[in-house]
């Protein structure tokens, strides 16, 4: 199998307010305000620098289920530079961004594939004409997802190649959190994936080693408690 590398990454929440700006001065405040779109822009910028064959995104992508229009329109061009690198990117929906939610009418770079919410969808990664992986994914078509999603994925089997699940969801009881699609650790290692892309949480933890059970964490802290 032809070796490949990709980024993981979630809960952007472009264009969130942050929390306790009353006590900073404007300067700061205007800072803070633009941070979110800034670190998109350097994942975007790490996956080209690194050539990456293609980005995960695992939901929340947006602050809310009504998304801003500046926040699509940004989210789309970061998207178009690396379509023009030639990086695949593969995106899950969560709790504050549902599809059930306003869209702007946007056409989406050809590299991207959001995946649906009615059911797991898969699909398969090629490089050189050569099959490298497999994803399975379902986004939140609403907001309130309270079922175990992860019995909606089929067993991976032995012969399949290197396979992801991505999925927003709260496993086990993880603290400080809405249980939006709970499930437990057994229920994921049991689908024999190779990589779970998870988001939610905002706090970076791998949950296992083997197979890898990855929250990233989010890249900019919301307010003084996160980093």
């Known amino acids: 199998m032809k ?11 472009l264009d969130a307010p942050f929390r306790g700006l009353s006590e900073i ?13 800034k670190t998109f ?5 790490l996956c080209i620098k690194k050539e990456v064959d293609f980005l995960l995104i695992s939901g929340d992508i947006y602050d809310s289920v009504d998304k801003s229009l500046r926040a699509q329109l940004q989210f789309r061009n970061g998207l178009k530079r690396l379509s023009e690198e030639d990086i695949k990117v593969y995106i899950v929906h969560g709790n504050h961004d549902p599809l059930n939610g306003w869209s702007a009418y946007l056409d989406w770079p050809k590299n991207v594939y959001i995946f649906d919410g009615k059911a797991v969808g898969k699909l398969y990664v090629e ?3 050569e099959k490298i992986a ?5 986004s ?3 907001r309130d997802i309270k079922t175990n999603l992860t019995q909606k ?5 032995k012969s399949e190649p290197f396979t992801i699940g991505m999925l927003h969801c709260n496993v086990g009881n993880k603290t400080g959190h809405e249980p939006y699609a709970p499930c437990t650790l057994q229920d994921l290692i049991t689908r024999n994936y190779d990589y779970w892309a998870l988001g939610h949480i905002h706090n970076k933890d791998i949950l296992n080693n083997d197979p890898l059970i990855v929250y990233p ?11």
């Open 153 to 157: 994925f089929p067993i991976k089997e």
């Open 140 to 142: 939140f078509q609403t």
């Open 25 to 37: 001065d404007n300067e700061i405040s205007r800072e803070l305000t633009e941070a979110t779109f």
């Open 217 to 227: 964490g989010n890249p900019q802290g919301l307010n003084p408690k996160e980093t």
């Open 127 to 129: 490089k050189d004409g």
């Open 134 to 138: 497999q994803i399975y994914g379902i």
């Open 41 to 45: 822009n350097k994942i975007i910028d």
């Open 3 to 13: 070796a490949f590398s990709f980024i993981h990454t979630s809960d952007l929440h």
